[in-house]
């Protein structure tokens, strides 16, 4: 099925959307990869999903991407004597380490690592920041606090800390056993992880991966963007997951953070989505809000490589309605008149790299030949990844041997990802390339078409080559 848009739609699958007939209705109305919350999901669940996804790839033929989202650590106050307690601006409330149910001047809070590292003058927000502390005084095992604003607090409520960084990784041991289940399936191409703070947090979970998922990074703290560059260099794609940097950060700030976050992924030719409330009032509406469709199209006109629905898709009364506005928006934007301008004024420059000159090279010849396609052989997806960074206006086909690698490159930009085998010689090459491309809508006979490999062939990050090439009459190459 070839899609009629570059940007791709990322699904998250909840109790509306878990049936197998319904995962390939939200396929067919445009998902090009499905999102496991491992917040909501038990391993169970998450098998079964897995194995849905993979009868609806086997049903349409087409390589399907796999996303498990781990929960990160979830900070919590600790419960009260009456459930709930009313503050008023200017009174003191102290959060510690005593266990015993709370009242209207304290409350447990069951984790040390807040305790010790939360200074004076940083600020705690509850409740998704409808109720804000300021810190007065700590020892390590309390803290003392001023209500600056908010009314209330009551059991079990959320702890957001924008000023503080965490002693502690990013893991769980609820995470790390989710990651181990995760990677046992051998199924699932990308780990998404949550509440990433520093590069450091990527580590651990590198060594329990080793490279059998791609690893995105959940941008959702403002301690991450103080080290963003470093991040970045070692993720594989990141999620620019607004609602809780909307928590953490003014929210004003919050557009300008995404815009910065995607160009930089672009430069740096990692894949970048942008995640959370784009459709929110689907949840219950069969129709967005004008404002929706509009935060929609920011983030294609940006360059986004996916978007993503959370909720809509997972638990609302429209899921399948969902995808297909959102891919609507997508594609209408992608014909604006001002869409190829602005995609080409944040275009990056070239590393001085092979691979680099090669996709500017067939960039700049498909679309001064007006070539019907970019063909390009991608093993490892690395020539994938330069292909879709140059954002070219001519579509991309990517061929590759290896199923995993097509079902990673599935969130990519502008990527039709195709598994083949590898091509035995160059003449093989170039038949292949033009019958899958004629296979797959991509041109007629006596369309022309340019080809990047690596020779020898087969060898993984060798893209040395470029080769136009005619589609026949046969669907065969015409020369």
């Known amino acids: 099925m070839k899609r009629l848009r570059k940007v791709k739609i990322l699904a998250t699958l909840g109790p509306a959307s878990s049936e197998e007939a319904m995962i390939q209705k939200l396929y067919e109305a445009g998902a090009d990869l499905f999102r496991i919350n491992m917040s909501h999901a038990s391993h169970d669940i998450m098998r079964q999903l897995i194995g849905r996804i993979r009868n609806v790839e ?132 990308w780990i998404a992880l949550s509440f990433i703070q520093r ?110 629905l959370s909720a809509e898709s997972a638990a609302g009364d429209y899921p399948v309605e969902a995808v297909s506005t959102m891919a609507a928006i997508a594609r209408k934007v992608e014909r604006d008149p001002n869409y190829p301008s602005i995609i080409y004024a944040q275009r990056p420059q070239p590393e001085a790299t092979g691979a680099d000159a090669i996709s500017l090279a067939a ?31 001519t579509p991309i086909l990517a061929l590759s041997p290896v199923i995993h690698t097509a079902r990673r490159l599935s969130v990519c930009w502008g990527l039709h990802c195709v598994v083949t085998e590898d091509a035995t010689d160059l003449d093989d090459m170039v038949d292949r390339a033009c019958r899958i491309a004629h296979r797959e809508g991509f041109g007629n006979p006596g369309d022309r078409l340019i080809i990047t490999a690596g ?9 040395n080559m470029l080769r136009i090439a005619y589609i026949g009459s046969d669907g065969q190459s015409g020369i």
């Open 58 to 189: 086997k049903a349409v033929g087409r390589p399907i991407g796999i996303l498990a989202d781990i929960q990160g650590p979830k900070l919590r106050v600790g419960k009260f004597k009456d459930t709930k307690v009313e503050l008023g601006i200017g009174d003191t409330f102290t959060l510690d380490d005593d266990p015993t149910p709370g009242d209207r001047t304290r409350v447990n809070l069951p984790h040390k690592e807040i305790l010790e590292a939360v200074q004076p003058g940083h600020r705690l927000l509850i409740d998704d920041g409808r109720l804000q502390l300021k810190a007065v005084k700590t020892d390590g095992r309390s803290i003392e606090t001023v209500v600056v604003s908010g009314t209330h607090i009551s059991d079990r409520k959320g702890v957001s800390l924008p000023d503080s960084t965490l002693g502690t990784g990013a893991l769980t041991e609820k995470d790390r056993k989710d990651l181990e289940a995760v990677i046992a399936t051998e199924e699932v191409d």
């Open 199 to 308: 590069p450091e947090d990527l580590a651990e979970v590198r060594k329990i991966v080793r490279g059998r998922a791609g690893l995105m990074s959940k941008i959702e703290k403002p301690q991450a963007l103080e080290r963003i560059d470093e991040i970045i260099e070692l993720s594989d794609a990141l999620m620019v997951a607004r609602g809780d940097l909307g928590v953490e950060m003014p929210i004003e700030a919050v557009p300008g953070i995404q815009k910065q976050l995607t160009r930089a992924c672009r430069r740096a030719g990692k894949p970048v989505v942008v995640a959370t409330q784009m459709l929110e009032s689907m949840i219950s509406a069969p129709v967005p809000t004008r404002a929706e469709v509009s935060d929609v199209a920011t983030a294609v006109f940006e360059g986004a490589d996916a978007v993503m």
């Open 363 to 393: 960039r700049q010849i498909a679309e001064t030949l007006n070539l019907s396609a970019i063909v390009c052989y991608t093993s490892s997806g690395t020539t994938g990844l330069r292909a879709s960074r140059e954002r070219p206006e």
């Open 455 to 463: 020779v020898p062939l087969g060898t993984p990050g060798a893209t």
